[in-house]
């Protein structure tokens, strides 16, 4: 059964950092895995995925700011955010697919797999 345990978030002054982490178990395989938020009243959105072949793929708005690193032995995803924005004030979730990002790329995504959310609070 798959699992994803999410840490981090919490409330941060615009321009500072938070550390968003996703562990995940019960895969068999590789997998897809990502970060996504939703705002109340608004879709859900992909923030950033990383893909079975390495590939990562960035949402333009935190092109620049957010950088995403996977540790494989450890089947982690961390999420370093920085330069935080009020407009980043999100719940974030932890989201997988088994193989390559297919769910992860739809709009909203569509992902099988998703982790409770943590919630990142960004005041101005």
């Known amino acids: 059964q798959v699992h994803l345990e999410e840490s981090g978030g919490g409330s941060v002054q615009a321009g500072g950092s938070l550390t968003l982490s996703c562990v995940a178990s019960g895969f068999s395989g590789t997998a897809c895995m990502g970060w996504f938020r939703q705002a109340p009243g608004k879709e859900r959105e992909a923030v950033v995925t990383?893909?079975?072949?390495?590939?990562?793929r960035y949402a333009d708005s935190v092109k620049g700011r957010f950088i995403i690193s996977e540790d494989n032995v450890k089947n982690s995803l961390t999420l370093q955010m920085n330069r935080l924005k009020p407009e980043d004030t999100s719940m974030y979730y932890c989201?997988?697919?088994?193989?390559?990002?297919?769910?992860?790329?739809?709009?909203?995504?569509?992902?099988?797999?998703w982790g409770e959310g943590t919630l990142v609070t960004v005041s101005s």
């Open positions: 989201g997988a697919e088994a193989v390559y990002c297919l769910a992860a790329l739809r709009s909203p995504p569509d992902m099988p797999y």
């Open positions: 990383f893909d079975t072949d390495g590939t990562t």
